[in-house]
DNA sequence: TACATTGTGATTGTATACATAATACCACTG
DNA sequence: CAGTGGTATTATGTATACAATCACAATGTA
């Protein structure tokens, strides 16, 4: 991914953007945790010219939330913010498969049948950890055959935020069948250049992970009210 | 638009920020032109942090390209490049309206018509401009009808590469009958809550507005072609 | 006790200083 | 004359210094 053949220099900027960038997907920086520039500095043992260029990126990216002269704090994810991207995404994705009917080369299906494979797979080790990121680059595979850069980057940067619930989402699905049968669908579509059920069969996929990653934020909600209700613990 | 109720003050990289950009939508600063830091920063009266910091920005909008230890360039608008842009926001648009005729408030579509008109009026006009900021601002009340932040904000984003066309585009279009009634079909399905006669509507408007910037940067690519083969003025 | 006020520490905004890499120019050599 | 090497200049990368503002607490007063 990165373009290491001409430069292997890496600006201090992208690096930090990369480390605060990680830690907030892994909710190590819990959303609402101020980025406090100094202190990050000492922490990463930069100084703070790097990191203020690293928040303004990822306050375009919708990560960070700035408050000027206030700060920076790690944005929160509400229902309302994550249903708007979800949205978004719907399109995209179904623009995905519909472009990658029309674009994707012989050597491109024979990638996205064996990231279908791999997935499949990985299903089998039960481990959610490993059917994510399977489920990634089979997701990876289809947004490349369509040749479009700037969907490509856009995917990128709006399948960031829901990073967090991808485990659980995974873990939801019933026996993971539902997943396995829609890859395969749309795989099948895709195949056939058939725009139509493939962006049926993406359209539903994403539905189905919608409803999840709701639920889960609902759920974190009421623990949250829980917590204010009767005492929240350190 | 801008929050100013409670904080009217406006760091230094947001002004720079707005002023680039303004420059280089309207071609003040072409393609390819080199963005120095000390220059700009004597040019605008503040020093590089804030031009680094409104660069960076930039960086993430697709406007401006970055080689590290080298420096920052006005991005190059190749087809490819708004072919991309404009076919992610085909999708865009018609996910616009399809919302917006699921969500639009009477508010919403009494104010949908007041634009359709105001647009109407300003065709009479001829004045390009005038046209083109009548319906930009048309498609901004589609475009809030959605209630989506996210998605209102990638709209933002991926229209302005395409500004610098938008008169010759406006120019182009034969008497301006096809852009208001486009536009009045637009309005009507909408009003109607036809998301599929309105979703269509859409999608041919933008299909139009491509045909007109693919011909015209096809045009300034021929040029430079011949000034290339026979020379170029200063 | 309630509330206003002021002062102090902490944090961001902006400017500048220093280090290092890239480029251009020029002299020198083959 | 072409090509190479070295040096000077320029621009970026990074760190630090200074200024302005905000948060909060301590203090004093009604």
């Not at 299903?123 to 490349?144: C, G, K, L, P, Y």
Request: one cysteine or more; aromatic letters at 4%; proline letters at 3%.
């Amino acid at each position: 991914m990165p373009k290491a053949k001409e430069e292997d220099f890496l600006p201090l900027r992208d690096s930090v953007y990369n480390k605060l960038r990680q830690s907030i997907l892994t909710g190590e920086l819990p959303a609402g945790e101020r980025l406090m520039e100094v202190h990050l500095g000492d922490k990463l043992g930069v100084s703070r010219t790097p990191i203020r260029e690293a928040i303004r990126m990822l306050e375009l990216e919708g990560l960070v939330t700035m408050i000027p002269r206030k700060g920076a704090m790690v944005a929160q994810i509400t229902e309302k913010n994550m249903s708007d991207v979800l949205e978004v995404r719907r399109a995209l994705d179904i623009l995905c498969v519909q472009l990658a009917c029309e674009r994707i080369t012989p050597e491109g299906i024979s990638d996205l049948k064996k990231a279908r494979d791999a997935f499949e797979k990985a299903v089998e080790t039960n481990d959610s950890r490993v059917i994510a990121q399977a489920d990634v680059e089979f997701h990876n595979v289809i947004i490349s055959a369509t040749g479009n850069d700037r969907l490509i980057s856009l995917e990128d940067s709006l399948s960031l935020p829901m990073y967090r619930y991808r485990y659980e989402y995974i873990k939801d699905s019933s026996g993971h069948d539902n997943l396995v049968k829609e890859h395969r669908r749309i795989v099948n579509a895709i195949e056939k250049r058939n725009a139509e059920i493939a962006a049926e069969a993406a359209g539903e996929h994403i539905d189905n992970q919608r409803r999840s990653i709701i639920r889960q934020i609902r759920m974190e909600r009421e623990e949250e009210t829980m917590n204010a209700l009767y005492g929240k613990r350190k």
